[in-house]
């Protein structure tokens, strides 16, 4: 069932003359890790706005057509009460945290009590939330004497004690080590395990190439690819918009006119299709060239 | 201008050392990037260059002057910093202004100021912005104000913490241009940085922080044969080195034309 509806959203911000969206169309399935790519303006975080509902109810604007997220139209419906729900998390951790808290802990409690949930039910939520991002050991310091990283995952830890069934995240990893980011990204494979839909704005395509379900691209606020991240990622359309293949798509390409790769091979997308393509040529042609 | 730091140690108020003993010397012109895990004293090292951190023992010479005997106005005639969040930088109204902050603090001539600005202005494609408001750009548009301010200063030493993030790859591309012409140009850089892919393309000498202290020193190549230390220390590496490593290269490989020809 299709918990992400976007129907003919086209959206211009106050002020501005030209949309930062135009037409876009596409159903998104309960529990899929979606990823939505694109040079900067294309209309990444935008597109997290409209799903959050954040757009038309924050930013005014001008909203033509429908998005409607688990059932509800964004149009008629509050940030509030899409906000047990639908969790975003923004790119900026400073433009997230609610800076009424004084540690770690409360600030994960600021949501749960938001949402009205028990006294009871808040501590496991919050642990259980801080453990995941790995912060449980911070949880008395202030969320302003974390680095960028660790407030990045404290970002993220506030919105998955909300335990939304979609969740948005705009490039969550782009302030954290390579281990910090492999362990978000090994949480999100989790939620979307369990059920959550995941949409995630994202620059590193080699987490996208090996966790994503699926991938939306987009240039100067339009979808011009949506398909698997091998059909996406390997698409002489994403360079055009401004987006690099990945290391291992260019040494393939690049290894075709060097008869290193076979013509008839997918391009690849990971290490270990990379490897795969390689050896499989490597034996051929010494085959070859033994007979 | 050589850069060196004697055994300098440092604790913030919170009571737990960043930095534990580092000593490092960087040559004039030298392309350097720092790297280790969030936490590790990367972003520390970095603030102790341009005198906004003062060691709490040991020194650090920037060419002849101490850190600590001068201001971190003075400070700035030397070594530029950029932040990674480039809202922690911005606070004029105006592109051109922000950018022109700097060199009219230098006591600049208007000549030099407008002709700083706006060269650092076109290095950034930013020419068409002079007269938004930087709050309106976007991220990476913010960003690259932030790089066009550093730039105008035309400092002999600058420190960029996370230049990548948030960049696309035509910006990254970009940004490695104008690397490459600082670097043309004898300027020291220095990069901390997650992003080993771009690293890896871009840096001669990578300094592994652990723990407060530089762990591993070598060239960008060697750095990279080293994969146990990485792995220890929460890094991944890049993607041509995986790709080298596991073909069985004899050797590692920085970009994909050196891969292709180490294994044809």
Redesign the interface.
């Given at each position: 069932m299709a918990v992400i509806n976007v129907q003919g959203l086209t959206y211009t911000y106050p002020g501005s003359t030209s949309p930062a969206l135009k037409d876009i169309n596409f159903q998104i399935e309960s529990g899929q890790l979606v990823a939505v790519i694109g040079g900067n303006e294309a209309g990444k975080s935008t597109l997290c706005l409209a799903l959050s509902g954040l757009i038309p109810a924050l930013f005014h604007g001008q909203m033509q057509g429908m998005v409607t997220v688990c059932g509800m139209d964004t149009q008629q419906y509050s940030p509030g009460q899409f906000a047990g729900q639908v969790g975003l998390v923004l790119q900026n951790p400073a433009n997230q945290l609610s800076g009424m808290r004084y540690t770690v802990y409360e600030e994960v409690a600021f949501g749960l009590e938001n949402l009205g949930i028990s006294r009871v039910e808040m501590p496991a939520r919050i642990e259980n939330a801080l453990e995941q991002v790995g912060l449980a050991e911070l949880c008395d310091r202030s969320p302003y004497a974390l680095s960028g990283g660790q407030q990045q995952r404290l970002a993220l830890a506030s919105v998955l004690a909300l335990t939304p069934s979609v969740l948005l995240l705009d490039e969550p990893t782009a302030m954290l080590d390579p281990q910090g980011s492999q362990d978000v990204f090994e949480i999100i494979q989790k939620l979307v395990q369990a059920g959550t839909t995941v949409v995630i704005a994202e620059h590193h395509l080699e987490w996208i190439a090996r966790y994503a379900d699926r991938i939306i691209a987009l240039a100067h606020g339009e979808v011009i690819l949506d398909g698997s991240p091998r059909e996406v990622l390997t698409s002489s359309r994403i360079q055009e918009a401004g987006i690099n293949w990945l290391r291992y798509t260019q040494a393939a390409h690049l290894g075709i006119a060097r008869g290193l790769w076979s013509p008839n091979t997918e391009l690849p997308i990971t290490l270990e299709q990379t490897l795969a393509g390689f050896r499989q040529m490597g034996t051929t042609s010494s085959t070859r060239q033994e007979t | 201008m050589l850069i060196r730091a004697d055994d300098i140690h440092f604790t913030y108020s919170?009571g737990e050392k960043v930095l534990n003993g580092v000593s490092v010397t960087i040559q004039p012109g030298e392309k350097v990037a720092l790297v280790?895990?969030?936490?590790s004293g990367k972003?520390t090292l970095a603030r102790h260059l341009n005198g906004l951190l003062r060691p709490a023992t040991g020194q650090v010479w920037i060419g002849d002057w101490l850190t600590q005997d001068h201001s971190p106005a003075q400070m700035a005639r030397r070594v530029a910093y950029v932040f990674?969040?480039p809202?922690e930088q911005l606070f004029h109204q105006r592109v051109w202004d922000e950018v022109a902050f700097g060199p009219q603090n230098l006591g600049c001539s208007v000549r030099e100021v407008a002709f700083q600005v706006e060269r650092a202005l076109d290095l950034m494609d930013l020419r068409g912005a002079s007269d938004l408001n930087p709050r309106d750009l976007?991220?990476?548009?913010r960003k690259r104000v932030t790089l066009a301010s550093a730039l105008a200063m035309q400092t002999p030493i600058i420190v960029f913490d996370?230049p990548t993030?948030?960049?696309?790859?035509?910006?990254?591309?970009q940004l490695a241009g104008v690397f490459s012409l600082l670097h043309h140009q004898g300027k020291t850089i220095i990069v901390i940085s997650?992003d080993?892919?771009f690293l890896i393309e871009n840096m001669d000498r990578m300094l592994l922080m652990m723990n407060g202290k530089i762990a591993l020193d070598a060239s960008a190549r060697d750095f990279f044969e080293q994969s146990r230390i990485l792995e220890t220390s929460?890094?991944?590496a890049?993607?041509?080195v995986?790709?080298s490593q596991?073909?069985g290269c004899s050797q590692v490989s920085t970009n994909?034309?050196e891969?292709?020809d180490n294994?044809?």
């Open positions: - | 919170e280790g895990q969030n936490g972003t990674q969040n809202d976007g991220y990476s548009g996370e993030a948030g960049l696309d790859s035509k910006e990254q591309e997650h080993m892919d929460g890094l991944i890049p993607q041509i995986r790709l596991k073909m994909v034309d891969f292709l294994f044809s």
